[in-house]
């Protein structure tokens, strides 16, 4: 019964409410509230997803998934320390990588006894493979505002100022924390391999 007055509240109020608002009910378990936010943020979170896979059916796929975690972290989400479509854009973006990740994996195991035919082809893709590796490995070890311009600018293709905007700081704040996380990972690459062309 207080399930439907839930339901009932949503649908028919004149003041639509709010993503945080949306977000507390989710967190308490309000499949309806899961819903509408879905529908308000899904055109967002699929464009930002295809711009990254450029591959609808990864992206439709990675789409999928961010809402997944946010009905899983409905209830974490502190409202005012980060806006809802920046939180969405971090969770789309790791999804969409992750997914990529996922996508190019399969397609090495699929195509590897192409590499087996040719031993030193087989060496250097598998050389590409653990600088990948260790790439991803690094950008773990990074700052969060960081990892998120590295992400935004070289993995989302984003214009410097684009990414500023995203992240809710100003151009010339962005390109000094760019420039740190550039650093911080060149860093964190030389110390696995001092030949790594790092970004």
Known sequence: MGHTSHMTAIESSNRPLSDEDLLARMGAGDTQAARHFVERHVAF???????TLSNSALADEACQEVFIAVWRNAASFEAGHAKITTWLYRIAVNKAIDSRRRAKQTQNIDDFH???SDQANA?????VQDDH???????KRLRDDQRQAIELVYFSDMKQYEAAAMMGISLAAFESILRRARQALHTELARERPSLSAI
């Open 114 to 116: 192409h590499l087996a």
């Open 123 to 127: 060496e250097a893709e598998l050389a």
């Open 45 to 51: 979170v699929r464009r930002v997803c295809h711009k």
């Open 133 to 139: 590796r260790l790439i991803a490995s690094a950008l």
